[in-house]
């Protein structure tokens, strides 16, 4: 599952909630608000929710189009109408991080787990910005936070497995690949770094079985890690399979120049 397609699934269920929420107000908001609170107080506190809410799935359609810098805007609307929002902050820092902003994506995922300490989505995010910086130890600790929060989400399996890949616990990184892909079968960029690990212990056999299955998965799908080709073009070589190396290269090529160039 990619990015987007996650996102959309999130965000269309995240809105379904806030509608029925901001429904509930508005129907029982009298016998919900304290006795003290006039009706134009009520009324005003509901058409707050209504208007964040509207601002937010606006920015949502914007952002799952590829518009970030109107999404961003539009987020940052609904956050001024209603800052207590988690999700908000989330999907702010989600479209601030595509656009290369990883300041503000990290500043913006901080703030919705401060708001949201158990927010698996942002813990795992966090950990990836933490990661690329070079903050090893603040990023396992926000992906060992989401996996206790979610056991079930591959994700944070996936990212902790890299860090304790290039820290030389390859068992533990075994472990948590293995859990991914129990998770994501058909995910093949799991496929592809369980493979470089096994690989690098002398595992040969079971570094292709993966490599096989995720080109498979590469485009039978049309997912965007085609990674997996380069690596096994390069253990081909290494194997003396001269001819399924150079088929791999080019079909590595092929697809980079698409990628590359497409608008």
């Known amino acids: 599952m ?13 809105l379904v909630t806030a509608a029925l929420s901001v429904l509930s107000m508005l129907l029982f908001g009298l016998r919900l608000w304290p006795d003290e609170d006039s009706t134009e107080e009520k009324l005003a506190w509901a058409q707050i929710e209504v208007e964040s809410t509207q601002l937010y799935e606006r920015g949502y359609q914007r952002h799952i189009k590829g518009d970030l810098t109107e999404a ?3 987020y940052s609307a609904a956050l001024d109408r209603k800052a207590g929002r988690p999700r908000t902050y989330y999907m702010r820092g989600s479209a601030k991080l595509t656009a290369g ?9 901080s703030k919705a787990i401060d708001l949201a300490p158990a927010f698996v989505e942002a813990l795992n995010s966090r950990g990836f910005l933490r990661h690329e910086s070079g903050d090893k130890e603040g990023a396992l600790k926000d992906f060992d936070r989401a996996i206790e929060g979610y056991p079930r989400l591959a994700h944070p399996y996936i990212n902790r497995g890299h860090i304790r890949k290039e820290s030389g616990d390859a068992k533990g990184a075994m472990s948590d690949y293995d859990t991914a892909h129990e998770m994501w079968p058909d995910q093949a960029r799991i496929l592809d770094s369980r493979a470089v690990l096994k690989y690098e212990q002398g595992d040969v056999a079971g570094a292709l079985e993966d490599l096989d ?4 998965r590469l485009f039978k799908y049309n997912t965007p890690n085609y990674n997996c080709l380069w690596n ?25 120049n698409e990628r590359t ?3």
């Open 213 to 216: 299955k995720a080109v498979d």
């Open 232 to 256: 096994r073009a390069a253990i081909r070589e290494a194997q003396g399979d001269a001819q399924g190396a150079a088929e791999d290269f080019a079909r590595y090529q092929e697809i980079e």
């Open 72 to 74: 961003i805007q539009l």
């Open 101 to 109: 902003d990883h300041e503000g994506a990290l500043e913006d995922f």
């Open 2 to 14: 990619n990015r987007n397609r996650l996102f959309g699934i999130i965000g269309n269920l995240w």
């Open 261 to 263: 160039t497409s608008p």
